[in-house]
């Protein structure tokens, strides 16, 4: 397979390859971002802001896979020390392009969060472009990342329960269902109210 897999932390991206990674995350996420009418550069505009606004104190980890020097896969990890302070609200934002998309955006990414306990080390982003998804790539990025694991730590992650395939790849990378979870927010957002918490450990 003619990947490489770079591990990196967010905060040592240039600003293009930052860029690049939420255009990506953008890209494979796009249903959850589907009900906002925006075009994919102002939504990417949006996320540029937030991520450098409110960066975090340590960054999270992104295992970047790059083919021919393109990045065409990403899986993110956090740890428990990524979380610190709540975001203040982004009035300027709301200025350019309103108080519904902004409040939409802020709500999605607060029903997304999910804080890690110690020694667990928190998959919040898989994504591939479609183009080259059916490669390995994402099996590749997950046994990367479980590589990096350290005895005794795990790794867990959340994924839609309708989405068989993500489902069936983590099953084969050794994650095993922990728990079923119903998010009532995230049905009301992403009509998506059925998750699995996964888990795996070294």
């Not at 600003?15 to 939420?22: F, G, P, S, Y």
């Not at 295992?63 to 990890?77: C, D, F, P, Q, S």
């Amino acid at each position: 397979m003619n990947n490489s897999i770079h591990v990196i932390a967010r905060d040592q991206l240039s600003q293009q390859e930052e860029k690049e990674v939420l255009r990506l995350l953008l890209t494979s996420f796009s249903a959850k971002f589907g009900t906002l009418h925006l075009k994919l550069a102002e939504k990417l505009n949006i996320l540029v802001y937030l991520e450098r606004k409110y960066s975090q104190q340590i960054a999270p980890v992104d295992y970047i896979a790059k083919k021919e020097n393109k990045i065409v896969g990403l899986l993110t990890i956090a740890g428990k020390n990524n979380y610190t302070q709540k975001l203040a609200y982004p009035f300027d934002l709301v200025k350019k392009y309103g108080f519904f998309t902004i409040a939409h955006y802020l709500l999605l990414l607060t029903a997304l969060e999910y804080r890690p306990a110690d020694e667990e080390q928190y998959i919040e982003n898989i994504a591939v472009y479609e183009k080259f998804q059916k490669q390995g790539i994402a099996k590749e990025l997950i046994q990367t990342a479980q590589t990096n694991t350290k005895k005794g730590e795990k790794l867990t992650l959340l994924v839609s329960a309708k989405n068989t395939h993500a489902k069936r790849l983590y099953l084969k990378c050794g994650f095993s269902i922990v728990k079923r979870k119903r998010k009532v927010l995230l049905g009301f957002l992403v009509n998506e109210p059925n998750w699995l918490f996964m888990e795996w450990s070294r």
